[in-house]
């Protein structure tokens, strides 16, 4: 009796293991992540800096696109907090390319490695913080340049995502201080503020990326 | 760790009863100790998904029940192998809360509730080990593998604004394979107790345990993790699947069981005085 039992149980297992999925086809699912408790923007960043960038070029919202690209944008100056004339003028073209890579990590983070045509190596930032929604996002983060001074920034960037590349970018940062020692007289002075938009409103998506360019060096968050 | 653990147990349980197996035959006067019981079992269920890759915010298990047939064979006072035949209801329930802001000076909550409730065919083999000789209650402790097979359920994911600043969006319909493996294999373990009471000629024993059951198999389906599906509810997520997914439960059982045979004495019977010894 008991070896019927078990024969007969485990030839239930074994057509039960067979049988095809009861379930209905389809194709849609639900995915449910919690999404990080990241610092809110205000919080975070300078209020002058959120100001001085315009509160309609940030997008807003926990649900930002996967941005997962590498583009380059050439600048146009937008404003400044520098007093003129000493400063850039509006609509002024910046003559630096800026290169930049955002490889999504998780729906709120990012690592962003960035690098401008007058640096050899560039630089990586993890995380980033992301907001927006639908194709809009933003992007903020501060970041240590490796360049003269190391300078500390407060930086943020906006845009829309688009198959060529992100539209309407906006970029801006503070700079917070200088972490170096051996700082220039020339240097930018601290709390100055710069926000650009791309000349032609798309940065365009550009393969950049090499592994050699990166320091190999994550920076620390201040 | 936890899961290594629960597969040795079980691995050592079945060593137990393949030796139980090739056991010399039993005389007539010692079936008493190898009783083969058959009843009902019922449990009532915390049942939870758990991430590899996300720290939930807010524990909302989902409590549901599950109600079947079990047997159970005694292989010696100490051991038994059982089998329960249930049909169970699963899944869990996700809920977030996350300030947001919609303007540099204004915030809203948003709360994203999902609720799965997945409904199938659910077989466990318990694998006990009775303490004690001549007690009233006997305490045990059981693993067992569990395999369950979905074969329906739904689910109702919506999205609510604190401050109304946007409409309330809901999904919900029936669970497809798109949305879940169509089995899955946990281990489940746990600690009980056993009484054996007696009406009129009657005799049963009545278990009640509480275990822990995790699932050893990712529960995204096949098709989510190809990132081969149209996502809903989920914004711009699409093609997404991050880690791995896990049902775990934490269940409350309560089985009858009549024995088919006699029990001995001293099984787990408190009705029973002590024998004394022979002089």
């Known amino acids: 009796m008991r070896q019927r039992i078990l024969k007969r149980f485990v030839m239930t297992i074994v057509v039960m293991l067979l049988l095809p999925s009861c379930l209905k086809e389809g194709d849609t699912t639900v995915l449910v992540q919690d999404p990080q408790?990241?610092?809110?923007?205000?919080?975070?960043?300078?209020?002058?800096?959120?100001?001085?960038?315009?509160?309609?070029?940030?997008?807003?919202?926990y649900r930002p696109p996967v941005v997962d690209m590498e583009f380059k944008s050439q600048h146009e100056f937008v404003a400044t907090n520098l007093e003129q004339p000493y400063g850039p003028q509006p609509g002024e073209h910046s003559p630096i390319t800026y290169f930049h890579k955002l490889s999504h990590q998780y729906f709120q983070e990012a690592d962003y490695a960035g690098m401008t045509s007058e640096?050899?190596?560039?630089?990586?930032?993890?995380?980033?913080?992301?907001?927006?929604?639908?194709?809009?996002?933003?992007?903020y983060y501060y970041e240590v340049l490796k360049t003269e001074g190391s300078p500390e920034h407060a930086v943020l960037m906006s845009g829309t995502l688009t198959e060529r590349g992100i539209k309407d970018?906006?970029?801006?940062?503070?700079?917070?201080?200088?972490?170096?020692?051996?700082?220039?007289?020339?240097?930018?002075?601290?709390?100055?503020?710069?926000?650009?938009?791309?000349?032609?409103?798309?940065?365009?998506?550009?393969?950049?990326?090499?592994?050699?360019?990166?320091?190999?060096?994550?920076?620390?968050?201040? | 760790?936890?899961?290594?653990?629960?597969?040795?147990?079980?691995?050592?349980?079945?060593?137990?009863?393949?030796?139980?197996?090739?056991?010399?035959?039993?005389?007539?006067?010692?079936?008493?100790?190898?009783?083969?019981?058959?009843?009902?079992?019922?449990?009532?269920?915390?049942?939870?998904?758990?991430?590899?890759?996300?720290?939930?915010?807010?524990?909302?298990?989902?409590?549901?029940?599950?109600?079947?047939?079990?047997?159970?064979?005694?292989?010696?006072?100490?051991?038994?192998?059982?089998?329960?035949?249930?049909y169970a209801t699963r899944g869990g329930n996700e809920v977030f809360n996350i300030e947001c802001l919609t303007s540099y000076s204004t915030s809203t909550f948003v709360r994203e509730k999902y609720h799965l409730s997945l409904k199938g065919v659910e077989i466990r083999v318990p694998f006990t080990f009775y303490f004690g000789e001549k007690s009233r209650l006997r305490?045990?402790?059981?693993?067992?593998?569990?395999?369950?097979?979905?074969?329906?359920?739904?689910?109702?994911?919506?999205?609510?604004?604190?401050?109304?600043?946007?409409?309330?969006?809901?999904y919900e319909g029936e669970v497809t394979?798109?949305?879940?493996?169509?089995?899955?294999?946990?281990?489940?373990?746990?600690?009980?107790?056993?009484?054996?009471?007696k009406m009129r000629q009657i005799q049963f024993f009545v278990k009640f345990d509480l275990?822990?059951?995790?699932?050893?198999?990712?529960?995204?389906?096949?098709?989510?993790?190809?990132?081969?599906?149209?996502?809903?509810g989920w914004?711009?997520?699409d093609g997404v699947t991050i880690g791995k997914r896990f049902q775990q439960n934490l269940e409350a059982r309560l089985t009858l069981l009549v024995p088919l045979q006699k029990p001995a004495a001293d099984a787990c019977d408190f009705n029973q005085k002590p024998r004394r010894p022979k002089r």
């Not at chain 1, 503070?174 to 940065?203: E, Q, S």
């Not at chain 2, 394979?177 to 009471?197: E, F, K, N, T, W």
Request: glycine share 8%; aromatic share 12%; charged share 20%.
């Open chain 1, 119 to 139: 640096e050899t190596r560039c630089h990586l930032v993890s995380p980033v913080y992301l907001m927006g929604n639908g194709n809009d996002f933003t992007v």
């Open chain 2, 211 to 232: 275990g822990y059951g995790h699932s050893l198999l990712n529960t995204f389906s096949q098709a989510e993790v190809d990132g081969d599906v149209s996502f809903q």
């Open chain 2, 1 to 86: 760790m936890r899961k290594r653990l629960l597969l040795l147990l079980m691995g050592l349980m079945s060593v137990v009863m393949v030796q139980a197996q090739f056991a010399k035959p039993l005389k007539k006067n010692e079936v008493q100790d190898r009783v083969f019981s058959i009843g009902v079992t019922g449990c009532f269920a915390a049942n939870d998904m758990i991430y590899s890759e996300v720290k939930k915010s807010l524990l909302s298990p989902m409590l549901a029940p599950s109600y079947g047939l079990a047997v159970e064979w005694n292989a010696s006072s100490h051991f038994s192998v059982g089998t329960d035949v249930s």
């Open chain 1, 169 to 222: 970018f906006t970029y801006g940062y503070k700079i917070m201080g200088y972490k170096g020692t051996d700082v220039p007289n020339t240097a930018t002075p601290v709390n100055t503020i710069f926000i650009f938009r791309d000349w032609d409103g798309m940065a365009e998506k550009y393969s950049w990326f090499d592994d050699n360019l990166l320091n190999h060096q994550k920076l620390e968050e201040p």
């Open chain 2, 235 to 237: 914004g711009n997520m």
């Open chain 2, 177 to 197: 394979q798109a949305m879940i493996r169509p089995y899955d294999l946990s281990a489940v373990a746990g600690a009980g107790l056993c009484g054996h009471l």
């Open chain 1, 37 to 61: 408790m990241i610092p809110l923007i205000t919080d975070y960043l300078p209020e002058d800096l959120l100001l001085l960038f315009g509160e309609e070029n940030v997008h807003f919202g």
């Open chain 2, 139 to 170: 305490p045990y402790i059981f693993v067992a593998p569990r395999f369950c097979l979905w074969t329906g359920g739904n689910y109702h994911w919506e999205r609510t604004y604190e401050d109304g600043s946007a409409e309330p969006l809901v």
